[in-house]
């Protein structure tokens, strides 16, 4: 019962208020004049000094973006966004690109503190040597990243990890070659938006063979208000490589909504492995639903090489809206795509999250672990493709949607597309909705367990697949996010 | 989940001449029939032909599958055909040409087109409920529907002899007809209802079928399109099932190359039970959708689908199915399963199951497999001296077997199987 006992002291130490990220720091900010146009792209160009092919880019996107229309098809509902009345770009004032961290505001590295995300390689490596793991972090701060560490120790193993606008810069032959190239500037509307306004974001290369030495990381924070964060990661992973990637992310409490419309981009060439997680945890807004922001966000990984593998770990917990579907194309022949997911809605929050997996090599395989808890008056849908191309003979695929559902106001809904179009194909698609048995619930409470404390070790019982498959420092963080999550969900 | 709906949607050739057929109907009644007819022809002039941006038909994009509207069939074109034995309906160019020549007590028969005449305002409820309403074939259907059938049963009186509604088309050019039924069983009634479909003339049908359920009412339902099938083929159910009511609905699809067949069934009386099950059997180019939505509107209520899907040649194959539990429908139990077995490098299958679900306290889980033969199983007949042609067979028909034994009529079981078998021996 060791385990059981970690789980309720985990359980117990987590503070009783729901979000604890929701401070406000007070930073000097240089940012874009309020709205969208011609002049905040070229604006956005011009501050990250950016060579004219991009720039054109932007720019390209920005006219396409003008054509589109917002998708509706989500279960999600929400007031009209004004794209008029947003900041577009944010940037702490005193940091024109420091050349290390004792150029960086101390006031921000006191805010990276607070969110448990040391910057400093010295406190880092003080801190976990013990634990002897090590996580390279870089840290996006509204529209730049503030501080990228380990940057030195991983360039000796050839491993490129530095802000995407850097790397526009230090390589541009690769990131020319890359960017846009899984997500087009023309796939969706807040795809197309961000192409357009992007301001930055991780950019990682991992060379042929090369096994990252350690964890690479990006916290993104958004701090000032009305400011959308449009950041863009692109990670590549040439030949025979492997990297883990971890990204967390928080705001601060404010009662208007804030949009964020990431793109995320993997490519993985022949026997390459990314493994990406997430830990979202962005503000979800207030009981009653006010504030929050909008989580807008598209991710797609391409296994580019043959047997090449792409895996995405996703916990989610914040947002008031999210709108997210990280997928996997499976162009090289025998590659693999897996989705773990776990996404937890209380209070108004409403996310309608999934995956793609589309086989589109011979002998591709995929899996997808999908588990959905609802409570208060939140809604929560898997929707997810599973698409077989005709010449994808030999394609697997197995998914598995749980949804769980707390107290009955709110509700858990399941909308997988199958599309097979090749005969030697084995799709299999299984979804259930419950809720926390009683029989669960009276047996670990006759054994002395509170109400909130039983449905946690149930809870946590039902995720397990999916902690699983996270690296070890976010499955403590997130097995504590759940049971925040849910505080108050019970009684 | 419904795509805006913009006004002024007919664009197309076919929507305009459909929209002709509806400005040209003949003397719309007064009345609420009148008036429910005029409210589905402005559904579908707001909506038009659905295409592939509306969430429901986005593996059936009828806007361009049907580039054509074909003229109405004239009621005069209808041939008399010959009573037979039995209690058959014959409704031959969307009118109600047969009608059985003597029922058994307790079981009426009327013309649609007489009860539309001398109907109320809870025949038209009845005939134009508000269920699945939003959907603009459907509602093409209710605008134009001007014949059918009405069979009333009595309550507690329990039919022995299954029911025939047989639908064809004469001879002739292409003709288009929006054949509408309604079945209205009694409290504690029990009926076998049987809905075959077939044609000699190229056809766009577009027929509907309501049934109500009353309290403890059990309905047994088996649709059956075989060979000589309408070329295109829209066909509505629409059901409301009472308190402890039981309807199991079973579909047998082979032939045509267009049909959609689409269920919306709710449960409007606790422990009621639904039972929605079919095989469809696609060659060639066909195009079969079956896309069915249960509404769990009450407490208690179980609905079980099982789908079975062979598609080999280029057809393509469609299921869609949204179980839908509302807020207080606690305790409801769902389970949905699709399987298909795709036989030919061309053949694709669409899935989509859903689940949308409100209440805390249910049980609902779907199921969705797309797969081929399994190697080993063949290779196990093959060696004990089955020919592989014969192999498969055996296997396909096992596979498509295990929903047809929910046919709980044994005629109607046996008549399904039968065509199972006669369209697996075309494959050779």
């Known amino acids: 019962m060791a385990a059981v006992q970690e789980t309720v002291d985990r359980v117990k130490s987590v503070d009783v208020d729901a979000y604890k990220y929701g401070f406000v720091t007070d930073i000097a900010s240089d940012k874009a004049p309020k709205g969208l146009n011609d002049d905040t792209v070229r604006f956005i160009s011009a501050k990250k000094n950016e060579p004219l092919w991009l720039t054109e880019w932007r720019l390209d996107a920005y006219k396409r973006w003008l054509t589109m229309r917002e998708p509706d098809w989500a279960k999600v509902h929400y007031p009209k966004i004004d794209y008029q009345d947003l900041y577009y770009y944010s940037a702490p004032k005193s940091t024109p690109g420091p050349k290390s961290l004792d150029e960086v505001d101390p006031e921000l590295l006191r805010v990276y503190e607070k969110l448990g995300i040391p910057l400093r390689e010295r406190e880092i490596l003080l801190g976990v040597e013990g634990a002897g793991t090590r996580v390279a972090v870089d840290a996006v701060f509204d529209s730049v990243s503030v501080a990228t560490t380990f940057k030195a120790e991983l360039a000796k193993s050839g491993v490129i990890f530095c802000p995407i606008s850097e790397a526009v810069h230090s390589h541009p032959e690769l990131v020319k070659k890359y960017m846009g190239s899984v997500v087009p500037v023309t796939d969706n509307y807040f795809a197309t938006l961000n192409s357009a306004v992007f301001s930055d974001g991780s950019f990682v290369y991992i060379p042929p063979g090369v096994r990252c030495p350690m964890e690479l990381s990006t916290y993104f924070r958004i701090n000032e208000q009305n400011t959308g964060q449009f950041e863009r990661t692109l990670i590549i992973a040439d030949k025979g490589s492997y990297v883990s990637y971890l990204e967390g992310c928080t705001a601060p409490k404010r009662d208007e909504n804030q949009l964020h419309a990431a793109v995320v981009e993997l490519i993985a060439l022949d026997d390459a492995e990314i493994k990406y997680s997430t830990v979202q945890n962005w503000y979800p807004g207030d009981k009653d639903g006010k504030g929050g922001i909008y989580n807008f966000v598209t991710k797609r990984g391409d296994c580019r090489g043959a047997r090449s593998k792409i895996s995405w770990t996703q916990v989610e917990t914040g947002s008031a809206i999210t709108w997210k579907y990280p997928s996997c194309i499976l162009r090289g022949d025998s590659s693999r795509g897996e989705f773990y997911s776990i996404a937890i809605s209380n209070g108004r929050q409403q996310v309608d999250s999934g995956t793609k997996m589309l086989h589109l090599g011979k002998n591709t395989s995929s899996r997808v672990i999908s588990k959905g808890i609802a409570a208060g008056r939140s809604d929560n849908t898997y929707r997810g493709q599973i698409f077989a191309h005709r010449k994808a003979s030999g394609a697997r695929n197995f998914t598995n949607c749980d949804s769980l559902l707390i107290g009955d106001t709110c509700g858990a809904h399941t909308v997988p597309y199958i599309e097979a179009r090749n005969p030697s194909v084995m799709f299999e698609h299984e979804a259930t909705t419950s809720k926390i048995s009683e029989d669960q619930l009276f047996y670990c409470m006759q054994r002395g367990l509170s109400g909130e404390e039983a449905t946690a070790l149930i809870v946590n019982g039902f995720v397990r697949d999916v902690l699983q498959q996270l690296p070890m420092e976010f499955a403590v963080e997130a097995q504590k996010l759940i049971a925040v999550s849910l505080e108050g969900s019970v009684g | ?428």
């Open chain 2, 1 to 428: 989940m419904t795509v805006a709906a913009r006004p002024a949607q007919i664009r197309t050739e076919a929507e305009t001449a459909l929209a002709g057929f509806l400005a040209a109907r003949p003397e719309v009644q007064n009345g609420p029939a009148g008036e429910a007819q005029r409210k589905a022809a402005g559904v579908f002039a707001l909506k038009g032909l659905p295409h592939r941006r509306v969430e429901a038909w986005h593996y059936t994009d009828l806007r361009s599958l049907m580039r054509e509207a074909w003229p109405l069939a004239a009621a005069s074109a209808s041939a008399k055909a010959p009573a037979r034995e039995g209690l058959r309906v014959m409704i031959i160019d969307g009118v109600c040409a047969v009608l059985p020549a003597s029922s058994p007590p307790g079981i009426k028969f009327t013309a649609l087109r007489d009860a539309m005449a001398s109907g109320g305002g809870t025949f038209a409820a009845q005939l134009f409920p508000d269920i699945g309403a939003d959907d603009s074939p459907a509602a093409l259907n209710a605008a134009l529907a001007r014949d059918g059938v009405v069979i009333e049963i009595a309550a507690g009186v329990k039919a022995d002899a299954p029911i025939e509604i047989h639908f064809t088309t004469s001879a002739g050019a292409p003709r288009s007809e929006y054949p509408r039924c309604l079945v209205i069983a009694g409290a504690g009634s029990s009926l076998t209802l049987s809905e075959t479909h077939a044609s000699a003339a190229r056809v766009q049908r577009n027929s509907a079928l309501v049934c109500w359920l009353s309290e403890g009412a059990q309905v047994e339902h088996v649709f059956h399109t075989g060979d000589a099938a309408p070329e295109q083929h829209i066909a509505t159910l629409l059901g409301d099932i009472g308190a402890g009511a039981g309807f199991q609905s079973f579909a047998l699809v082979a032939g045509g190359s267009l049909l959609r067949r689409q269920c919306f069934i709710r449960q409007s009386g606790e422990r009621a039970k639904i039972g929605l099950r079919g095989v469809s059997l696609l060659k060639g180019k066909q195009h079969a959708d079956t896309t069915l939505v249960i509404d769990h509107a009450v407490p208690r209520g179980e609905s079980r689908e099982l789908f079975k899907h062979i598609i080999t040649g280029s057809a393509s194959g469609v299921f869609q199915g949204k179980v839908l539990v509302r807020p207080h429908a606690q305790k409801t139990d769902g389970g949905m399963k699709s399987q298909t077995l795709l036989l030919s490098g061309e053949a694709a299958m669409s899935n989509k199951p859903e689940l949308e679900i409100f209440a805390d306290d249910v049980v609902c889980g779907h199921g969705a497999t797309v797969g081929q033969l399994d190697t080993d199983q063949l290779f196990y007949l093959m060696t004990r001296g089955l020919p592989k042609a014969q192999a498969e067979g055996l296997l396909i028909e096992a596979f498509a077997r295990e929903a047809i034994e929910f046919v709980g009529n044994g005629d109607l079981r046996e008549s399904c199987a039968a065509a199972l078998t006669r369209w697996l021996e075309t494959l050779n």
